[in-house]
């Protein structure tokens, strides 16, 4: 993938005078040709929080001009067995981990009779007896047992909280070329979903809190059972978190319902107000509610349509500067869709200047400085550490999550030096012009896919021509030598 990303971009080099400037001026909702989809969960988590069953059901249109032969489901839990060949599990957790995880499919039928269907590793492969032309409507319903893995990564945890994020079939994204099959990566977020419809009912043991994506529309309490039931719209993801120590904290950002999940403080007051500060940036919260899930947790943070996940463990600093960075995701990442496996870059980049601009927003113009001359520091310092064990190498943004050998190079490049292009374009244009480009990306492309060319275009366009060429000198070469590295 990365030797098709990188002619294109030669070839845009070449051929800039020629590309269209119309990117942001399009319609704003949604693009031509992606196909969606409605899902209809219901999962039963049992006592000990360790395993669950699921029983879904998923509406697919073909709103594409071709015709498809078969629906590939993503089964990302199955990136927790212990025998994946692309394991979520970092090398060093192979002996802290209690308990596996995984999904098992019982049985698929589609249009309501019985189907044949193919598992590996994580795709679930369903044949369609009848080709699904254009327009056409297809239900594919199935019934899975899944094993919550151990651990504090993305799935799992610890019998007291945890975390069912990735944790369902979900249709992998249907490109130009057919239904995307990219292998897991413990680097980076690894994923690209189409925006869909969602229907969920999650039950528990009545001493279980429920945290999800969506609104919550219901919540019924019966023979020591709790079940919740939400919808959500415009969602590329689902997500939840149950716990038996949670408290909930309550307030609100406008329209927007602000939820805080946690076993001690809450930070809801500043979740709203950072919310409020982003809503008058961006314009309305995309989401009518929005949860933040404090858990155990290997990384800082996880974002997700409406729900995100902080680590427990860091400090109350921390934990804000967390809460920012995935606030700003529920915009740009979340309504504004991307490849993650192939172009990370995408939001990553944006989000983590925007999260370094909140402060300035907030009224805080020397935190804004301080946080971009961080950033700096970091990507500098693992540069220098880098070129002296590999002299020739060229911290390229633009690569994939495969091409990166671990989170700290991914950190140091994808998001530090993301946000220094973000300032060197508000340093050229100015914050106005900047802001400009920002918002007119996110209406064009809100609850759509923006590839990273149409990002580069857009910001281009509404920067008069200013934008390309020092996007390009970030994400393709070193900007300390000027070596194109493409």
């Not at 969606?36 to 000990?48: I, M, N, P, S």
């Not at 244009?429 to 920002?438: H, M, N, P, Q, V």
């Not at 809100?446 to 060319?453: I, P, T, V």
Request: proline share 2%.
């Amino acid at each position: 993938m990365k030797k098709a990303v990188l002619i294109v971009l030669s070839a845009l080099l070449v051929c800039v005078s020629a590309i269209s400037l119309q990117a942001c001026a399009r319609d704003a909702r949604g693009v031509e040709g992606e196909s969606r989809a409605t899902y209809k969960l219901d999962v039963a988590v049992r006592e000990g929080l360790d395993e669950a069953y699921l029983t879904e059901e998923v509406i697919f249109t073909n709103s594409g001009s071709e015709t498809i032969e078969e629906l590939v489901f993503c089964l990302y839990p199955n990136a927790y067995r212990k025998d994946a060949e692309n394991s979520a599990y970092f090398d060093n957790m192979a002996n802290t981990i209690s308990e596996f995880g995984g999904i098992d499919i019982g049985s698929v039928k589609v249009n309501g009779a019985e189907s044949a269907f193919v598992t590996e590793e994580i795709w679930l492969e369903v044949p369609l007896t009848e080709k699904l032309e254009p327009d056409d409507t297809v239900t594919v319903r199935l019934g899975a047992r899944i094993d919550i893995a151990g651990g504090t990564l993305r799935f799992g945890g610890d019998g007291k909280t945890v975390r069912l994020l990735n944790f369902y079939p979900v249709l992998a994204y249907y490109g130009e070329s057919g239904w995307e099959r990219s292998a897991y990566s413990r680097i980076g977020d690894p994923f690209h979903t189409a925006s869909a419809t969602y229907e969920v009912k999650i039950s528990a043991p009545d001493n279980v809190s429920i945290a999800t994506s969506g609104a919550q529309t219901s919540l019924v309490e019966e023979n020591g059972v709790r079940m919740v039931e939400a919808t959500a719209a415009d969602a590329r993801d689902f997500a939840a978190v149950l716990s038996t120590e949670y408290s909930l904290a309550e307030t609100a950002s406008g329209d927007v319902k602000i939820k805080y999940y946690s076993s001690g403080a809450d930070k809801a007051e500043f979740v709203a107000k950072a919310t409020d500060i982003f809503t008058e940036y961006f314009g309305e919260f995309p989401y009518p509610e929005f949860s933040v899930c404090e858990s155990p947790f290997y990384y800082g943070g996880m974002e997700y349509p409406g729900l995100v996940v902080i680590n427990s463990a860091l400090s109350d600093a921390e934990k804000e500067e967390v809460i920012v960075h995935e606030l700003v995701h529920q915009w740009i990442g979340c309504a504004v869709g991307s490849d993650g496996v192939h172009e990370g870059w995408v939001d990553e980049s944006l989000t983590t200047f925007l999260a370094a601009y909140y402060y300035k927003l907030a009224g805080d113009e020397s935190r804004f400085i301080s946080e971009v001359k961080d950033c700096d520091r970091q990507y500098a310092a693992f540069l220098l550490t880098e070129k002296l064990n590999s002299p020739g190498y060229v911290p390229s943004i633009a690569r994939n999550v495969y091409e990166f050998s671990t989170l700290y190079e991914y950190d140091a490049v994808v998001y530090r030096r993301g946000c220094g292009m973000y300032a060197s374009l508000m340093e050229l244009a100015g914050e106005k012009k900047l802001r400009e480009a920002i918002t007119s990306y996110y209406e064009r492309y809100k609850f759509a896919d923006a590839s990273g060319e149409e990002l580069i275009e857009c910001f281009d366009d509404v920067l008069g021509g200013k934008a390309r060429a020092v996007m390009y000198s970030y994400l393709n070469a070193d900007v300390r030598t000027g070596n194109i590295g493409v």
